[in-house]
């Protein structure tokens, strides 16, 4: 599983208010990932990390912000929750030297 | 734009059966991996499979071969005497690795059941 957390599991939370979710890893993987699954969608890049306080954004990251402060630990931040972002989000890393992306165990977000 | 289609939405077979998933890719890069996961019920992604564009080498791995074919820009997945373990939802995906930075393309996968 490389070592990888998600928390929290589940959360359901009310339109507008703040959530973060939490990414963290034990193996000191440069880069780290957030990603969602929705329906016939498959998954979609929201950010990415590839250092301490490097990050960049991906395909969907409208609405979210993330921080990386520590290598260990990459945080996913929905500034003002909004329905379009129920979910399921995952946290990846890239394995070296054979760069295998290993996925966490996912959070599953409900915005009411 | 990568882009990652998987046309098959959902497959049933009967144990012991073999089933193809089939993965097409687009991509103008000439450098990129493919990649397939496994999502069984319990809702975990399970790596299955990462291969670059240099390496068209068949794979097997038990029970599991993939075929990839760069003329038709595929990158098939077989699993011969299916089982009921193997139901889940595949994912086939794409990147285009730089320096080890991945961000993957992913297919909106299949469903596969396997009727015992």
């Known amino acids: 599983d490389a070592g990888i957390t998600q928390s929290p599991r589940h959360k359901v939370t009310e339109t507008g208010t703040p959530v973060t979710l939490r990414c963290h890893q034990t193996e000191n993987h440069r880069y780290m990932y957030w990603y969602r699954q929705d329906p016939g969608h498959g998954l979609r890049l929201i950010h990415y990390?590839?250092?301490?306080?490097?990050?960049d954004k991906g395909e969907v990251s409208d609405g979210y912000s993330v921080s990386r402060s520590k290598t260990e630990d990459f945080l996913l931040t929905l500034e003002s929750a909004t329905s379009s972002q129920t979910s399921v989000y995952f946290c990846a890393v890239n394995r070296d030297p054979a760069y295998e992306q290993y996925f966490g165990p996912g959070t599953r977000l409900t915005v009411t | 734009a990568q882009k990652v289609t998987q046309a098959q939405t959902e497959i049933s077979v009967v144990e012991k059966e073999d089933v193809t998933l089939d993965c097409v890719y687009e991509?103008?890069?000439?450098?990129?991996?493919l990649f397939w996961y496994k999502q069984p019920p319990s809702g975990e992604l399970v790596f299955l499979i990462r291969r670059n564009s240099f390496d068209e080498q068949n794979e097997i791995s038990g029970r599991y071969s993939w075929n990839f074919q760069k003329s038709t820009s595929s990158f098939n997945f077989t699993i011969t005497a299916s089982q009921v373990v193997d139901s889940a939802v595949y994912f086939c995906?794409?990147?285009?690795?730089?320096?080890?930075?991945?961000?993957?393309?992913f297919g909106t996968g299949t469903r596969l059941t396997i009727i015992p």
């Open positions: 995906a794409l990147s285009l690795s730089n320096f080890g930075n991945e961000k993957l393309t």
């Open positions: 991509t103008r890069d000439t450098t990129y991996y």
């Open positions: 990390s590839y250092g301490v306080k490097d990050t």
